[in-house]
């Protein structure tokens, strides 16, 4: 701790020590032998007024203190570790739950089969030493190419990942530890490479967390064990806290401008008339937003290009201290106060959004790089207290008063209470050579925006294979009618086998039953859902065969099943058909309960929403609280064609056939 006055530490915080009344007492003496008139005697006035003098003087250092305090970022450092904590989570979660069914041994599209193909081709022998194994990592980022592609060792790492990121989501130190990050990264990294074979993990999403993930890293203030940590360090760089802010413009930019250019129904205004009712799961809230006013919707659509297009730039402006590069107090000011407006647009921007529908995590993950806006200064003292009860009184904006052993007002300057510039440190290194790294990364994304490599611009498109930068965006078109893949199986009707029953398969939350309520489910991702949606885009038949062809083989598994035992298992423990965790549980249960069924179809429906929310919600509560045995219908539909005739299994080719029925 120093005394000065009037000058301070560029790099520390600076606080107001008490004076009392010492300061009156000490001016008065420093003015004595001065302050005299011609007879030898002590001016009143004059005595006033070198306390006046040192009133005013004191008055402007408290002013150049407050512009002198630099700014911290405890609050958004914790939240965005923590809720970057809960995206891996739920990522890792959902994986465990559903990717042995989607991509398991006994799954749609086993990802085994793909990790042989690329060992064979880069000649890997899964051995440590083995350089072409390196080859293929550096292509293809996966702990995979070391490790065998089977059901246990998937299970594990998932079970892994889901503790570290719910410890980190917690708050816990495993946040606080570089390590426990960047083995997150890898760990997501190597689901994301082993999905590459398949579509379930095609969605720009992918490529966010493990940007932000990776980035989150650097926030930690500990390389390895998260115990082990100075004050000092507990002070994010500037440098990567723009990184995040850097990539929020990114993503709201790129959606703006994809938006623009990729569908005439934005700059139209039409666009949001229909895509409530389009997009891949409504919620319930989704069957109010449809239902607005035409003028409402349009203004809206102003509204989202306001906000992805001019509001954005808001993010990356840079935020000065006066004193440190002479800038006029004004400008400093004015460029702080756009950094923390874009920040707050941003987030408020995202969390509408995520209540018109069920968008997964997209939302929620991009709320977090918008969270770097926000200094300690944005946020309520009682949320400070509440994640921060350990945090020292020297947050931004807050003054430390300390008793002065000295005449007069003292600016006390504590050197720890802020990121400070240390060249001589390792930290410092490192994060300077990520901003650098980053910064020449981004090039082709930058010119992929402005459209300088004479191409369309790309969404949801990577420029490299650890996917450190990458370009975003979302609903560049939008379809204007809703097409739902309705997917039915047949059993031989009981007490009649020449009569086939028909049955309809459920997915947990796409519509499908016209009485089943639409379902809250983001930021969980169903994926099986989210990919079956993409089949609603005509020509139908070309989605199918192009991109989603794992339906062949869900069809194959439902009607191609033999149980090992003689009489049908109540209790399948999910071992044998782990796919069923994809389905609805009715559906599931159907599946479990009366076996394989004879045959299957799907055909495709034009879906079209009942009616608005303020309608529907009367008559859902009724009939869940008020006794009422009328079901409440949220969807109408109509016949559009067929998609797959009625098939059959045949057991001795082990293909699906087209049945005469």
Request: glycine share 8%; aromatic share 14%; net charge neutral.
């Amino acid at each position: 701790m120093k005394s000065s006055h009037g000058s301070s530490n560029e790099d520390a915080c600076v606080a107001e020590g008490a004076g009392g009344n010492d300061g009156g007492e000490s001016s008065s003496k420093m003015m004595k032998g001065v302050s005299t008139d011609t007879t030898g005697t002590t001016s009143e006035e004059e005595e006033e007024l070198s306390s006046s003098s040192s009133s005013s003087s004191s008055s402007s250092r408290q002013q150049q203190q407050q512009q002198q305090q630099p700014l911290t970022y405890l609050m958004s450092q914790k939240l965005i570790l923590m809720g970057m904590g809960w995206m891996y989570f739920l990522a890792f979660y959902g994986a465990y739950r559903q990717n042995e069914g989607l991509m398991g041994s006994r799954g749609l599209v086993p990802s085994g089969d793909w990790f042989d193909k690329m060992k064979q081709q880069y000649q890997c022998s899964s051995e440590w030493s083995d350089l072409e194994c390196r080859k293929g990592f550096m292509n293809h980022p996966s702990l995979f190419w070391w490790i065998e592609v089977d059901d246990e060792t998937t299970r594990r790492l998932l079970l892994a990942g889901t503790t570290l990121s719910l410890l980190c989501g917690l708050g816990s130190h495993a946040c606080k530890s570089m390590a426990v990050w960047l083995t997150l990264w890898i760990f997501y990294f190597s689901v994301v490479t082993s999905a590459s074979g398949t579509s379930f993990y095609s969605y720009g999403w992918e490529s966010q967390v493990l940007e932000t993930g990776f980035l989150c890293a650097f926030l930690c203030p500990n390389y390895v064990w998260p115990y082990s940590t100075s004050r000092q360090q507990h002070y994010a760089s500037p440098l990567v806290l723009w990184l995040f802010r850097w990539l929020c413009f990114r993503i709201s930019i790129g959606a703006g401008i994809i938006k623009i250019r990729g569908d005439s129904c934005w700059t139209q205004k039409t666009c949001l008339l229909y895509h409530f009712e389009t997009q891949p799961i409504p919620c319930p809230l989704s069957f109010a937003f449809h239902f607005l006013p035409g003028w409402m919707l349009q203004r809206a659509v102003d509204l989202d290009l306001f906000v992805q297009v001019y509001t954005s730039w808001f993010v990356v402006l840079p935020t000065f201290r006066s004193n440190k590069w002479m800038l006029p107090r004004l400008l400093t000011r004015g460029l702080l106060f756009l950094v923390r407006v874009g920040g707050v647009i941003q987030t408020a921007f995202m969390f509408n959004i995520a209540l018109s529908g069920n968008l997964s995590m997209l939302n929620h993950l991009t709320i977090i790089p918008a969270l770097a806006c926000l200094d300690d200064t944005c946020y309520p003292a009682w949320i400070q207290k509440m994640l921060l009860p350990d945090a020292d009184n020297n947050i931004s904006g807050t003054k430390k008063q300390t008793p002065s052993s000295s005449a007069g007002h003292n600016i006390q300057i504590n050197n720890d209470c802020c990121y400070q510039w240390r060249w001589r440190s390792p930290r410092a290194w490192i994060d300077g050579l990520l901003w650098a790294g980053i910064v020449y990364l981004s090039i082709p994304v930058v010119e992929n925006l402005l459209q300088l490599d004479g191409g369309h611009q790309k969404m949801n498109a990577s420029f490299g294979s650890f996917r450190l930068v990458n370009t975003y965006g979302a609903f560049g078109s939008v379809g204007k009618k809703r097409y739902e893949p309705i997917v039915s199986i047949a059993y031989a009707k009981e007490g009649n086998n020449n009569v086939l029953e028909w049955i309809e398969i459920d997915f947990p939350c796409k519509p499908g039953s016209l009485d089943r309520r639409p379902c809250f489910c983001a930021p969980y991702h169903y994926r099986l859902d989210w990919n079956i949606w993409f089949i609603g885009f005509k020509p139908h038949s070309s989605y199918l065969n192009r991109r989603e062809s794992w339906l062949y083989n869900l069809l194959a598994k439902i009607l191609g099943y033999q149980p090992k035992n003689d009489t049908n298992s109540t209790t399948d423990n999910g071992r044998e058909r782990p796919w069923l965790e994809l389905l609805d549980t009715t559906s599931s249960e159907l599946l479990v309960q009366r076996g394989t069924p004879l045959y299957a179809r799907v055909d495709m429906y034009r879906y079209k929403m009942a009616a608005p929310l303020w309608k529907l919600l009367p008559e859902y509560l009724n009939s869940v609280f008020g006794g009422s045995k009328h079901g409440v219908q949220w969807w109408n539909r109509y016949y559009e064609e067929e998609l797959l005739p009625v098939i059959a299994f045949d057991h001795n080719t082990g293909r699906l056939v087209r049945a005469e029925v």
